[in-house]
């Protein structure tokens, strides 16, 4: 199940959007995960697939537009995420954790969970759900981060939060990441099959740097409502800002990258 902190941060879709459009754009080499979990599991469009932690959906009202035709499922725990998975049609949007998917056994004959698992508490639960309602034939494909994916911005927002008092232990630590991931879907699945991609966020201007850090301040205790965000905010902007005036003509790089692990059931 997931904490409400985790649901307060995906209460609002608009920090996921912001993130997930930083590595769109500032990515050093193309960043598609979407796309590489189609490489690895080839749909037909006939399949019965359920995106779990479905986030905005983006996946699916792709496949939608792509005239995937089998039927297609969202879910989350986030009822903003759900009610964005509703609104592509064709798509049936569940209210739900990864942990007690509600469906029969052998109902999907694709699951795949993007960028979701790392918050899963016992990913190794969900992952027995993904097999179980996977039919036999099926595949099971899961996207996670590598461990400390972009950890010089994450250093920067820790280092600004602690300065108001903020510590790491409100922090959001991932359950699973691109080294234990594979053992853990051997343990489940008998096989599996890895896609790697490592990569790094570059900025060459201070802006989209400060906008991709906000958009992970929750990740880091700096919570919506929290009362020293804009304080902490105007100092990180400051200290960004700070940067490229000290480093002309050079970039922010920050490693990043991710594994698309796929297991036949
Ligand atoms: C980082 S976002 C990824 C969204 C989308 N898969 C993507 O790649 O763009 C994680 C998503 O997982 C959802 N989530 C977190 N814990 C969950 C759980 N236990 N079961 C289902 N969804 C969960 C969150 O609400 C959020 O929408």
Known sequence: MSSPRLEVEYADPTPLQARIDTHRKYSEKPDDPGTDVLAAIELTGTEHLADIGCGDARFLANLAARGHHG????????????????????????????????????????????????????????????RRT??????????????????????????????YGITTTEAFTATVDSDSLPAMMIDTFGTVRIHRSDNA????????????????FGFHGVTPDHPQRQAILTDMSEDIEDWFAHHPGQSWRDPKGYIVATAAT
């Not at 499922?73 to 609104?87: C, F, L």
């Not at 592509?88 to 979701?116: C, K, S, W």
């Not at 996670?144 to 602690?162: D, Q, Y």
């Open 71 to 130: 039927p297609l499922v969202g879910i989350d725990t986030s009822p903003a995420m759900v009610a964005a998975a509703a609104a592509i049609p064709g798509v049936q949007a569940v209210l739900a954790y990864a942990e007690q998917i509600p469906f029969d056994d052998n109902t999907f004959d694709v699951v795949t969970a993007r960028h979701m698992l790392y918050h899963v508490p016992d990913p190794r639960a969900a992952l027995a759900e993904f």
């Open 201 to 216: 966020l570059v900025f060459d201007a201070a802006a989209p740097l400060i906008r991709f850090a906000e958009a992970l």
């Open 134 to 163: 996977t039919r036999p034939g099926g595949a099971v494909t899961v996207v996670v981060n590598h461990p400390h994916t972009c950890p010089r911005t994450a250093e920067l927002i820790a280092a600004h939060a602690g300065s």
